[in-house]
């Protein structure tokens, strides 16, 4: 297949009258016809409404899933401030009951796959046993309702049976993934005071085995609240760690599943914020918050089912492996890959995806884009017939992407582009079966989610691009920080601009046709001379030359007012960054963008410094070319790559001169 001009907005699918008539969305629609008398025209009629009657929208969320309560709500939303939102006052439940109710003795629960393995399977009736005998393990270690249970796993079975053990108890799961340094996930840890901590002794990544057990015992000496240490081997049977119980004596216990039924807005987990500047933020969301989003987002937005095999590439520390976990809500099977995409080859997770019968591939836009640079063909290497959606989140996915995911994958295919964050675990904008799906598009905002675009006076605009907010709440938003007594800390991460209005930090456009396009994060915007362009932009003029692997633009602003923006770049091996090359990105960015946004400067980097999620370091860069001192703006242990850091250093010690 040969690629063809695309451009912004162009038609690429659109959803059968079946699969329309079908899915979960419809069914919703045509249950609030019967059963509340409200009728709409079209899917963003029943946005407006949903988040103009908060109340009625999210009671009829809870009716329409049926979600169990050992007592009953006093109201749907009895305080709509923002931060300080009541959902639910008097309601008792748990996250975790819900994660078995479409449980099916048989019926595969989890498929796994370590790099290098094949995948194996456990059953639902297997998955409610480990997590009964965990739970009865962990209350014998004496963990309680409301303790903290801390976790530094790989993407495996059993970070998902000691989650659901926690949560079923009502204790507060939290966790990193195992490549993480010492020290960060000490700075995560260290501020929620864990009383037992689960740890694997090692891990596979592009071919290689890490054995973290020396690790471990670094951390535990760097968390003195840790009562109890837990090791799951993986690289080695017979792992063990001095003082520590193993794994499958936890799993000896025989217990039958019981849930703590805990208050609403009882804490369910702690998220972290990246770690790339300052001291990660413990984000804390509920048990009834997150059930009820998680249910909306994935039940009618994403169109899950029990026949449906979910995946999404992520690491135990993103929030997307949350995500992932709550695919069981739906009934879903999850798969969990562990290791690298790119390992032994680009293919190696299309191949895990043809393998398994997956249904829906979630995934990075960079790895997308990684797949189209490499040249590989999914659609024609493997079978891929079971799969119905792409879904693409962590960066913007540009116009290309889409194409080729289309050109190279499958022509049939719904590509959810999706957006939102750790501070909520779930998507602001996204997909919907609906809808049609147009080229470099988010589809829709998502129900009950009141984004607007902002301008800098705090207007809503429509057709420009501006701050994307929320002017009114979410479930899912914060409970609070961990040890944020006064709520200040929350209160200046989101509100100290738009008082009363959630600032997420995104600068994004709401199209005429209610489509959304992202441009990156709105403090790393570029401004020149007045015009204010999101970096996605600029990345996707100029990794579209062969010679360009990766590429980081930095608009330097200084203390006069004048501003300086530099280009780097990251080239393919043997290519030499030289006049020619500097003037064909140059014209390509003139041609693409604007004349005014051609940089002042392009300078070669061995390669793009990456948070351990694969997100460029704007920000933090743009902080020490600034002259803040590195280890105040950027967190190495956060990084794939912190050895990058020392070029940008190095030239800002240039420009201090």
């Not at 690429?12 to 069914?27: D, K, T």
């Not at 024609?380 to 962590?394: H, N």
């Not at 061995?606 to 590195?630: A, F, M, Y």
Request: hydrophobic content about 45%; some cysteine; proline content about 6%.
């Amino acid at each position: 297949m040969t690629e063809h001009p695309v451009r912004e907005g162009d038609l690429l699918w659109s959803p059968p009258p079946a699969v329309m008539r079908a899915s979960r969305m419809q069914q919703y629609i045509d249950w609030l016809a019967h059963t509340r008398g409200l009728a709409f025209d079209d899917y963003h009629a029943l946005w407006q409404w949903s988040v103009t009657d908060l109340s009625a929208f999210w009671q009829s969320i809870w009716d329409f899933f049926d979600v169990q309560a050992t007592t009953l709500p006093q109201a749907a939303l009895a305080d709509a401030r923002m931060p300080g939102a009541l959902w639910f006052p008097g309601a008792t439940l748990n996250y975790a009951a819900h994660a078995f109710r479409y449980a099916a003795a048989e019926r595969p629960a989890m498929i796994f796959q370590s790099e290098g393995g094949s995948p194996q399977t456990m059953t639902w009736a297997e998955l409610q046993r480990q997590v009964a005998a965990v739970a009865a393990g962990l209350r014998a270690l004496g963990v309680r309702r409301g303790d903290r249970v801390a976790a530094v796993l790989p993407n495996a079975p059993q970070a998902v049976v000691a989650f659901l053990a926690c949560a079923s108890l009502g204790a507060i799961w939290s966790s990193c993934s195992p490549e993480m340094g010492v020290a960060s996930v000490a700075d995560r840890f260290r501020q929620i005071e864990p009383r037992v901590l689960i740890a694997v002794d090692g891990y596979r990544y592009g071919g290689r085995a890490f054995d973290r057990r020396a690790a471990l015992a670094e951390l535990r000496n760097a968390l003195p609240g840790v009562e109890r240490v837990v090791i799951v081997p993986s690289l080695d049977p017979d792992a063990r760690v001095a003082d520590a119980l193993r794994w499958d004596e936890l799993l000896n216990h025989d217990a039958s599943l019981q849930f703590e039924p805990v208050p609403f807005d009882h804490p369910l987990w702690i998220l972290y914020s990246s770690g790339t500047t300052g001291l990660p933020k413990p984000i804390v969301q509920g048990h009834g918050g997150i059930l009820l989003e998680h249910l909306k987002s994935l039940a009618l937005h994403l169109d899950l089912r029990p026949q449906d095999r979910f995946f999404w590439f992520t690491t135990t520390g993103w929030m997307m492996w949350n995500f992932l976990v709550s695919g069981l809500l739906a009934g879903s099977t999850l798969l969990l890959y562990d290791g690298s995409p790119a390992w032994p080859d680009m293919n190696a997770l299309w191949r895990f995806a043809a393998d398994t019968g997956m249904t829906l591939f979630g995934t990075s836009a960079a790895y997308l884009m990684s797949c189209r640079k490499a040249g590989i063909t999914p659609g024609e290497a493997f079978d891929l017939t079971r799969l119905r959606a792409i879904g693409s989140t962590g960066s913007p996915l540009p116009v290309e992407g889409f194409h080729w995911v289309y050109q190279q994958v499958k022509r049939d295919l719904w590509l959810v582009s999706l957006s939102g964050g750790t501070d909520v675990c779930t998507a602001f904008v996204g997909g919907c079966p609906l809808l049609p799906v147009t080229a470099g598009e988010i589809q829709c905002r998502c129900l009950g989610a009141r984004v607007e675009v902002f301008d800098e006076q705090g207007r809503s605009i429509v057709g420009d691009v501006g701050e994307l907010v929320l002017t009114a709440p979410l479930p899912s938003m914060p409970l609070f920080f961990w040890g944020d007594a006064d709520g200040s800390r929350y209160h200046s991460s989101y509100f100290d601009v738009y008082p009363g209005v959630w600032r997420h930090g995104d600068w994004v456009k709401l199209t005429e046709r209610r489509t959304l396009v992202i441009y990156g994060r709105s403090d790393s915007t570029i401004n020149r001379h007045g015009v204010r362009m999101g970096t996605s932009e600029m990345y996707r003029a100029v990794e579209g030359i062969a010679e360009v692997r990766d590429s980081l633009v930095i608009d330097l602003e200084t203390a006069d007012g004048a501003a300086r923006m530099y280009l780097f770049v990251a080239l393919e091996p043997d290519v030499v960054l030289d006049d020619d090359l500097k003037e064909r990105i140059r014209s390509r960015i003139r041609a693409a963008l604007s004349p005014r946004h051609v940089p002042d400067d392009i300078i070669a980097i061995p390669d793009v410094p990456r948070t351990l999620n694969g997100k460029k370091l704007e920000v933090p860069i743009k902080k020490i070319l600034r002259g803040v001192p590195p280890e105040q703006a950027a967190n190495r242990d956060a990084m794939a790559n912190p050895e990058t850091l020392d070029a940008f250093v190095a030239l800002a010690a240039q420009l201090q001169r």
